[in-house]
């Protein structure tokens, strides 16, 4: 397979064939697609007027996961065949909203994430896209890291179940996301990301990536940007392109390649914000500059 690059759908202004169109002109190779507005869009046979009509009469939210219709599913995958782009990933998006990581299984809140995890596993073995990504962040104390392996392991089950990988994208110090993925078996690894640990202050991202291994890595996100305004790496700082900010773009680069990791290189690159453009510049020329740095730095 060798090294290959996809992007974020997150990292256009708009979503769906657009975004291919837009990741396509810019010379990706792939796309991670977000959940399509994911487990609370109003579900199409109650018309969502008001909040309570949301409700079944056993008070249970009629809610609907447009990744699983059909036609959903088939304006992405026409748009990613026109246009000779792989979909890499479901990312589950709205997951995070839902706070899946606050909520016990017993929990009607708790109940609906596992709705949401099973639906994205589901979607993603329909449109035969090889991973579901889930972002497991901001796991304080014993309860919040007990509820989260609980619908991890949930979802693990699943994965196995459906012929899915899980990749999880996490917050964890670096000894803690090695030991989390290990605990969940073989369905599960890693959605690297290494500008993350600059943010949350775990420690170095390119010492980080050497000790995870390539075995526990199914994709690596990059991202870069420049200070916030105290002068700390940040995702609220001044955006950047890649190679452009305070993560060491090069040395994770070296870092890789001495790993001879092979797989997907996903850009997290926001190239709708205004940071980006310049005077005539569209988003897709800004996404390709990233493409041409990502191509030179790999020597592909």
Known sequence: MGIRFGVCEFAFPCWGSVAIKMAHEAGFQGMQIADAGGYLQPHPENNGYVEYERYGLDLRRKDSFPLLFREVQEDYLSAAREYSLELTSIYLYTLEHQGFIKYSADTPQGTQCRESLLNGIRAAAQMKIPTVTVAAKGMFGTAQNDYALQSLRYAAQAAEEYGVQLAVLSDLAPENQRKLVDALGERVKLAFDAYAPLVYGTGDPVRQLKESGT?????????????????????????????????????????????????????????????????????ASAAAKDVQTLRAAFEV
């Open 215 to 283: 075995q526990r890595i199914d994709h690596i996100r990059l991202r870069d940007s420049g200070p916030d305004r105290e002068g700390f790496s940040s995702f609220d700082g001044a955006v950047s392109l890649l190679g452009q900010g305070k993560a060491p773009f090069r040395e994770t680069v070296q870092a890789i390649r001495d790993m001879d990791y092979t797989g997907w290189i996903i850009s997290d690159t926001p190239y709708y914000h205004p940071d980006l453009r310049t005077a005539g510049e569209s988003y």
